[in-house]
């Protein structure tokens, strides 16, 4: 089990550093791009984020679930999950459709919506990265 809970927590950590360099270079960035070129380059930006992060997101989720399903019920790993869930919901009721609103072009108050909220999944990953480092210690 032990090795099983490194991978989750390596996994997670990778989310971590993923999600700090999409707040703080990535999303910074979208601001210089040039109008005419925003749609392209946003498109771009989605499709190679999405192919670091969904590998890492899927390992992160199927380790927690192997875990929970090999019996580990650790209060710094199950409490863990909270911010885990956090992140989650984010994404997929915040921040997709966000960024569906921005691949037709750079709007500058979706944009701001979208740095702002970031914030809550790039805390909450944070978190869970620590609860997880405290398991592991």
Known sequence: MMTLLIVHAAATWALVGAIW?????????FAQVDADA??????????????????LATLEF???ALL???????PWLLGSFI???????STWFVQVPLHLRLA?????????RLVK?????TIAWSIRGICLIILLS
């Open 104 to 112: 037709s072009g750079f709007e500058s108050a979706t944009y701001r």
């Open 83 to 89: 911010p885990m869930a956090v992140s989650w919901l």
């Open 68 to 74: 929970v399903w090999q019996g580990a019920r650790q």
């Open 21 to 29: 360099t999409v707040q703080l270079v990535h999303y910074p960035l």
């Open 62 to 64: 199927a380790t927690a």
């Open 38 to 55: 925003f749609p392209r380059y946003h498109a771009q930006h989605m499709w190679r984020m999405t192919c670091v992060v969904a590998p």
């Open 117 to 121: 909220s970031n914030w809550w999944r």
